[in-house]
């Protein structure tokens, strides 16, 4: 099983920038994909970014060209650098991991766009 603990979050007024951090358990060398989503208040879980194995990525359109995800492995650690944040990008944000043994989640951390 792996878990994952979320941090990073918090309130940023629009324009800013914030950095997510998803800390695993154990080693993250061996996940072959690992993802960002978000949720909304009354809105459906959306996918946000993904960084798979050899770090190929790939971004939500909503996100691209604002956002950079990666991953420190020595620290088993998944990042999402996200600039320019919009009042839409308000959310709970959750990391999810994705193994041979299943996808495991985050329990997320609250992004919060306002001025």
């Known amino acids: 099983q792996v878990q994952l603990v979320e941090s990073g979050g918090g309130l940023v007024q629009p324009g800013g920038s914030l950095r997510l951090s998803c800390a695993a358990s154990?080693?993250?060398?061996?996940?072959?994909?690992m993802d960002w989503y978000r949720q909304a208040p009354g809105k459906q879980r959306e996918w946000v970014a993904q960084i798979a194995s050899g770090d190929h990525t790939a971004y939500a359109d909503s996100v691209k060209g604002r956002s950079t995800i990666s991953r420190d492995n020595a620290k088993n650690t998944v990042y999402l650098q996200m600039n320019s944040l919009k009042p839409e990008d308000t959310a709970v944000y959750y990391c999810s991991a994705v193994t041979v043994r299943g996808t495991f989640w985050g329990q997320g951390t609250q992004v919060t766009v306002s001025s």
């Open positions: 154990g080693s993250i060398s061996s996940i072959p994909v």
